[in-house]
């Protein structure tokens, strides 16, 4: 039942560009394009506050650090090298990697000085170094300062034509469905495990001999990563990288994000994503006052309902049977 | 000299508006173990509340009743409504919550007041300046903010420390579960408590009004300043909020006033300008994620806040 | 060699010396049993050996080494064992996945974050072979929460011994438990006895006068008499220790 149930979304998410094409809906397709890159965001937070029970209040830094490492690239291809010794690059295979490894090497830094903390001030330490790369984007002239830079031409891939929507759409689902199996594998790995009986009992995971901290700084690394690689996506898919990415109330979306999805479900922040994403275009779409509505929703989501989607598509299931 | 004086003050005033933000937080998740996003809501509530009766008036000083009833009464209404079922939720279901509050707010008063900003006018009185040392004028409105504040502390302190309110909040902040076990109508105290978060918070932002535009999303700029007191002065500490308040509106205050000028000396103007500007941004959260490395729970932690 | 040597430790809150001067040992074959008035000082102790609270004086040996400075997750890799008075489990975890997550801590793959399902079955299996003849047999697949108290006492044994310690502390593991249960922890705790020495810090009288080879007595953070089982229920200052709080030592 599951399998054919995977099977049946597979299908729906390669035959989308030609639905939404034979519709007239080109609209639909960057929508789809960007609940996909938002998933992935929402997912790499997740890992560590549904799995870890680390609430990360700064995760939108490593989406604006992945998408700025794409626009920094790009604006030294060709040109003269970063620091005067590192080229420039237009090219996929390479930029991706760097936003993942100076993702990485941000979140490590932040969760080591972080994760000494716990409770409220865990939350507001991950915000306070948010809001420092914000400031300090902002602040970067050579690269637009509050404007953000432009990034005129999506990265090479293959030499497939990127400009073109639904490649785009392609390339970004295929990423997106490597990244869930990927992370499939860590969350039911030895490491998973661990994490989960870390946010279930800290003391218990000492006495057993785990050290919570390395293990915490893991998996803040992991999902900083994770969100690195998505920012990079959608500065690949906008064209476009500011410092609003790492906005204090982008966390705050992501974070809305895992609670509509589910907090701690596998395939929780994909509803999530999609749930926010197309809230807010109809709503907008239907009114300008539309946070409001968002705000109701979220409002009577995070206090009337446990599990979010997908405990709600639990309970169906369960129905059913 | 006159011109650091003059930004000392500067600092000294927006140190104690954080203190009166900071104050009610600091005393919710001390009590009540709430994080409260929306107490920006609030503060921009009595913000507009207080500058419309004003401007169907006439008068600065009716404006401020309405403008502590209006942010009072709609915290009691939240408190009643939101955040009395967050109590025994985690902190990820408080932050989200309340974070939906700020998204409800901001469009309310959106509906209400249109996104243009409004204007608070100055009281009659302290319209002028005074010269304080000989070649620096200072507004007269600011040195009235600066003594509210300090008249405030002085009154918390009194309150605090002298009444049996007082007792109940400084046993609740330090030991939650003792106070319930006490068999305190701890209800009651939890609204009153809220209520007098929400007040001040009120007060503060009216007092605002009048030094820098009132408008939508003002209680978010100034809500991330106030979390960075609360978590510098020590999750519950009065005294805390207090200190770290005035330190980080100062350290704020003279870094916006003068990095920039001090980076032009290097670099070309336009770049100091935002460099500068971006910097002294930073600097709050630095001092934060300096205290906290040193000192996890703050410099004045009290009890089992956390 | 005492495979436990603890000697003038002292720790102190504010004005309370909550542990005075306490020397103690437990050697091979040992089953050194901890007693004392409520009150005594013994959950301070217990938590300055495992690590959670650091002394303010004095020294820790396990096997010889000093382990003083270590932190829990350290001297639990070095062979010391607890349980907890108040059980402390993975709640939403079952029986099995308990004890897994101490045999797969004792083999060190935590970093592993690529051995998804083949991995884990294996460690569930020697979990499940740990739980085959144990009253918890049947309820390896139960989640924690859904357990008896009685069932935890007994789920936190296993899991401590699947860690294989050299030394067991076992914090108060009767409490709370009825006759019958007694019986069989009792019984438990003898099997576990031959092969680990423990520290057994009990209020049961009847349980620590079937079990220890060795009693201290722990009265205001002092250690003031340490001796068989015969020598402690002859003290005079055992009596008057307990008849002069409350009638325990029947």
């Known amino acids: ?321 | ?306 | 060699m005492s495979i436990l040597k603890v000697s003038k430790l002292v720790k102190r809150f504010g004005g309370l010396l909550a542990t005075d001067d306490v020397s103690l040992t437990v050697e091979e074959g040992e089953i050194h049993a901890l007693i004392g008035p409520n009150g005594a000082g013994k959950s301070t102790l217990i938590n300055q050996l495992c690590g959670e609270l650091r002394p303010d004086a004095g020294r820790i040996l396990l096997g010889g080494r000093d382990i003083t400075a270590l932190s829990v997750p350290a001297r639990v890799d070095l062979g010391l064992g607890r349980t907890f008075q108040v059980t402390s489990l993975l709640d939403d975890a079952t029986c099995r996945e308990n004890i897994a997550m101490a045999v797969q801590a004792r083999e060190g793959l935590n970093f592993r974050i690529w051995d998804a399902v083949a991995g884990r079955a294996r460690l569930w299996d020697q979990a499940d072979a740990m739980l085959a003849g144990t009253p918890l047999a049947a309820r390896s697949g139960t989640p924690v929460n859904d357990l008896s108290h009685g069932e935890r006492k007994q789920l936190e044994l296993l899991v401590a011994l699947a860690r294989k310690p050299r030394i067991l502390l076992l914090d108060e593991p009767m409490a709370g438990l009825g006759h019958v249960e007694s019986q069989e922890m009792i019984e438990r705790l003898r099997e576990i006895g031959a092969q680990t020495p423990m520290l057994l810090v009990e209020h049961d009288m009847e349980a620590v006068f079937a079990l220890a080879t060795r009693i201290s007595v722990l009265v205001y953070g002092r250690i003031i008499a340490s001796g068989s089982v015969a020598e402690i229920r002859e003290n005079a200052d055992v009596r008057e220790a307990y008849l002069g709080a409350e009638d325990e030592l029947c």
């Open chain 2, 1 to 306: 000299m006159i011109l650091i004086f003059e930004q000392l003050l500067n600092g000294l005033q927006y140190g104690v508006m954080l203190f009166l933000l900071a104050a009610g937080l600091t005393l919710i998740f001390g009590i009540m173990g709430v994080i409260n996003l929306a107490h920006g809501s609030l503060f921009m509530v009595g913000a507009y509340a207080g500058t419309y009766v004003a401007g169907v008036t006439g008068s600065f000083w009716l404006g401020l009743p309405a403008a502590l009833l209006a942010a009072a009464a709609t915290g009691l209404l939240v408190e009643a409504l939101v955040v009395r079922r967050l109590y025994a939720r985690d902190h990820l279901d408080q932050v989200l919550a309340t974070f939906a509050l700020i998204l409800m707010f901001n469009q309310l008063i959106t509906l209400g007041f249109g996104r243009q900003p409004v204007f608070t006018p100055l009281p009659a009185a302290f319209a002028g300046s005074v010269e304080l040392l000989p070649g620096l004028p200072y507004p007269t409105y600011r040195l009235l903010i600066i003594a509210t504040g300090l008249l405030v502390a002085l009154g918390l302190y009194l309150l605090i420390n002298r009444t049996r309110i007082g007792m109940l909040v400084r046993a609740g902040a330090t030991n939650r579960d003792m106070v319930r076990a006490l068999g305190v109508d701890i209800r009651l105290l939890y609204t009153l408590v809220f209520g007098l978060g929400a007040l001040l918070a009120g007060l503060a932002g009216y007092m605002t009004g009048p030094i820098s535009a009132v408008q939508v999303g003002m209680g978010e700029q100034i809500l991330l300043a106030t979390f960075v007191v609360v978590v510098v002065g020590g999750v519950g500490s009065i005294k805390g909020a207090f200190v770290a308040g005035i330190v980080l509106g100062v350290v704020d205050t003279m870094l916006r006033a003068f990095l920039p000028g001090m980076l032009r000396q290097v670099m070309p103007p336009s770049d100091a300008d935002a460099i500068g500007l971006g910097i002294a941004s930073m600097g709050i959260y630095l001092l934060m994620a300096l205290v906290l490395l040193i000192r996890p729970k703050g410099l004045f932690s009290v009890g089992t806040g956390g």
């Open chain 1, 1 to 321: 039942m599951r399998i054919a149930f995977a099977l049946l979304a597979a299908a729906a998410l390669i035959a989308l560009p030609f639905v939404t094409e034979a519709a007239g809906q080109p609209a639909l397709l960057s929508l789809a394009t960007r609940v996909l890159i938002y998933a992935i965001a929402a997912a790499s937070l997740n890992f560590i506050l549904g799995y870890g029970g680390m609430i990360s209040f700064g995760h939108a830094a490593f989406f604006g650090v992945g998408a700025y490492t794409v626009g920094i690239l790009f604006a030294h291809a060709g040109s003269e090298p970063l620091f005067g010794f590192i080229p420039g690059s237009k090219q996929m295979l390479i930029t991706l990697p760097a936003a993942l490894v100076i993702s990485g090497l941000f979140a490590a830094l932040i969760g080591a000085l972080s994760l000494r903390t716990g409770g409220v001030q865990f939350i507001m330490i991950t915000l306070a170094f948010a809001q420092m790369l914000f400031f300090f984007f902002v602040s970067l002239t050579p690269y637009g300062g509050e404007d953000g830079i432009i990034i005129r031409r999506t990265n090479d891939l293959f030499g497939l034509n990127m400009r073109d929507k639904t490649t785009l759409y392609f390339v970004i689902l295929a990423i997106a469905a490597l990244f869930f199996a990927l992370l499939w594998r860590v969350v039911n790995s030895s490491f998973g495990a661990v994490l989960k009986g870390i946010r279930q009992n800290e003391r218990r995971m000492a006495a057993l001999g785990f050290a919570p901290y390395r293990y915490k700084l893991y998996a803040f690394v992991l999902a900083g990563m994770g969100a690195g690689l998505a920012g990079a996506l959608m500065a690949n898919f906008l064209r476009f990288a500011s410092p609003d990415m790492m906005h204090w109330t982008k966390s705050g979306e992501f974070m809305i994000m895992v609670i509509l999805g589910g907090v701690g479900s596998f395939f929780g922040p994909i509803f999530g994503a999609a749930a926010f994403l197309t809230l807010e275009t109809f709503l907008a779409g239907w009114t300008e006052h539309w946070q409001l509505a968002m705000g109701a929703i979220l409002l009577v989501v995070v206090l009337g309902t446990k599990g979010g989607i997908a405990g709600l598509l639990a309970k169906l299931w369960g129905a059913r049977k």
